[in-house]
């Protein structure tokens, strides 16, 4: 039985996803070349993921003379937020608190990384209760 669709990127999705993100345009061959010696993956593979990016939306394509350049549709500020949201939806209640307590709690964070969390917070827009959490799944 084939497993389903995963909505956001997988590993192999993403490592590609982020060769477009750097070339802004790539063939299925400049992906293969950009991922040698990180991730190598086969040239079928590569076109194999860049078929189902495609079908998910985060690429498109257009003709580059006998082959097909492949752009980003998705920016990675939305692919990171598309993920948080999953994270949060998925375990964290969707609540950003249980997660940066669950983050502050195991990791040991240096007086700079600290402040930083702290200016955050003081510029995050403020909490507009119900409706926002509402939004937020819906996505």
Request: charged share 30%; glycine share 6%; aromatic share 6%.
């Amino acid at each position: 039985m084939a497993r389903p669709p995963s909505p956001g990127l997988t590993d192999a999705e993403l490592r590609v996803m982020r060769v477009l993100w750097e070339c802004k345009r790539a063939t299925v061959g400049n992906v293969v070349e950009r991922l040698v010696g990180t991730h190598t993956l086969a040239y079928n593979t590569v076109l194999t993921t860049l078929g189902i990016l495609e079908r998910k939306g985060y690429v498109t394509h257009e003709k580059d003379g006998r082959a097909f350049a492949y752009l980003p549709l998705v920016d990675q500020s939305e692919a990171r937020q598309s993920a948080l949201t999953q994270v949060l939806n998925r375990f964290f209640e969707d609540s950003p608190r249980l997660l940066v307590l669950d983050l502050l709690g195991h990791e040991r964070t240096d007086a700079a990384e600290l402040r930083r969390v702290r200016e955050l917070i003081e510029q995050a827009p403020p909490d507009t209760g119900d409706a926002t959490r509402k939004r937020r799944r819906r996505r």
